[in-house]
């Protein structure tokens, strides 16, 4: 599916042009907005969006002013949909897909498959399925329903999202893959399906494997998965690379861990896939609490990954976890010891913007057209 600029994208362009011919005699000429920093280089700029935001004006004004594309934080999974066996429930990522859709703006579906027991809903982790083909048919059953919804604005899918264990490198078992032999079975099978049933999406394996200390046999067993799967011929498009530093410091990314890092994302463009970066937000819990501090080590970390993975012109997506500091997942899932707020995204939670915003935009502009 081809990405055409929304017409609110045209309209705040038209607005920039305006101004810079001098017509706009009052007001200096607003900062472009990232999207359209992002658009000029071929990229797509976003944020995750929760359906409660769709009530909360001053992080719509922000998203509409700022964004091209949003992903629902956890509308569309399908714990959200079918958390029990009777019936789906549609109506809160629908919601944040018409609101796309009135706004001209693209999304991301995140995720048909979580396959990772925390996070399937309890009767699927109790199912026993008599055998593989009636596992595949409970699969098909939901992937129809849910990736066929919505095509106008869902331009891709995180098709399958963490299912590789983050200690061991293997696939996590479910009671899906118990029945088909394997996790790969079960991931190819959802790519060729999520495929039939949306077509024109790009599709995705999402995961959160980073360059942070003591995540080798992470990243071993996505290489090892995303190889199986080229072997296997499954329509995988790209790698979503959550880019959460879930553990590691912002001052930690260091000289060697850059190689590190580096070496891994070669390898998955060598094998022909696209990256985009789905879940960007950086976490702060043993930083000194001073908020300029944690701002400054916070937007320098930001210019410097974002700078490396931009400079992979494979790189088409950026999607940020979050555009307001008070709503991010960070404050209540790790929180700091000190009970500080943290300081995660680039608009804080009186929704001003952080040092975090320009060094994205730095990193917009200083990176290769794709
Ligand atoms: O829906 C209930 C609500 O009814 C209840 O009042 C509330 C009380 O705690 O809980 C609500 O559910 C929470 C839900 O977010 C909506 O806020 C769940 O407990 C909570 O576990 C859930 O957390 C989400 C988490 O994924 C698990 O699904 C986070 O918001 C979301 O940011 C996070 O996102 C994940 C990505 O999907 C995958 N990558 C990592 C990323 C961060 O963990």
Redesign the pocket.
């Known amino acids: 599916m081809t990405f055409t600029p929304s017409r609110r994208e045209t309209l705040l362009g038209a607005a920039s042009l305006l101004a810079a011919a001098g017509c706009s005699q009052s007001a200096p000429a607003p900062s472009p907005s990232l999207a359209s920093l992002a658009a000029e280089k071929g990229l797509k700029f976003g944020t995750?969006m929760?359906s409660?935001q769709l009530s909360d004006p001053r992080y719509i004004d922000l998203v509409l002013k700022e964004c091209a594309v949003i992903v629902a934080?956890?509308e569309h999974?399908m714990?959200?949909i079918q958390p029990s066996p009777d019936a789906m429930d549609f109506s809160r990522g629908d919601a944040l897909a018409a609101f796309a859709r009135e706004n001209g703006l693209g999304m991301r579906g995140?995720?048909v498959v979580?396959h990772h027991p925390r996070?399937l809903p309890d009767w699927i982790n109790n199912s026993v399925f008599g055998s593989a083909a009636e596992a595949e048919a409970e699969l098909t059953r939901y992937i129809n329903a849910v990736a066929s919804r919505d095509q106008d604005v869902i331009y891709s899918w995180d098709v399958i999202?963490?299912a590789v264990d983050d200690q061991t490198g293997e696939l996590r078992e479910t009671s899906y893959s118990r029945a088909m032999g394997g996790g790969a079975e079960v991931i190819d099978f959802c790519f060729r399906q999520t495929k039939e049933a949306a077509p024109n999406a790009t599709l995705a394996y999402?995961d959160?494997m980073s360059w942070e200390p003591g995540t080798q046999n992470h990243r071993r067993g996505v290489l090892r998965l995303l190889e199986e799967l080229k072997k296997r011929g499954t329509p995988i498009d790209a790698l979503g690379i959550?880019s959460?530093s879930n553990y590691g410091m912002p001052d930690e990314f260091t000289a060697e861990r850059k190689r590190e890092w580096k070496a891994f994302v070669d390898e998955v463009v060598g094998m022909g896939l696209d990256i985009y970066l789905t879940?960007f937000d950086v976490n702060d819990t043993r930083l000194d609490p001073d908020p300029a501090l944690r701002d400054r080590l916070i937007a320098t970390y930001t210019e410097e990954y974002l700078g490396m993975m931009l400079d992979y012109p494979q790189t088409k997506d950026i999607l940020l976890?979050?555009m307001v500091d008070k709503d991010?997942?960070l404050q209540?899932?790790l929180p700091r010891d000190d009970g500080v707020e943290k300081r995660p995204v680039p608009w804080d939670s009186d929704y001003q913007p952080k040092p975090m915003r320009e060094a994205i935009a730095r990193a917009l502009k200083a990176a290769p057209a794709r």
Do not use: D, L, P
């Open positions: 995750a929760n409660r934080e956890n999974k714990y959200t995140h995720t979580w996070w999202n963490e999402n959160y959550q959460h879940e976890w979050g991010s997942w209540t899932f």
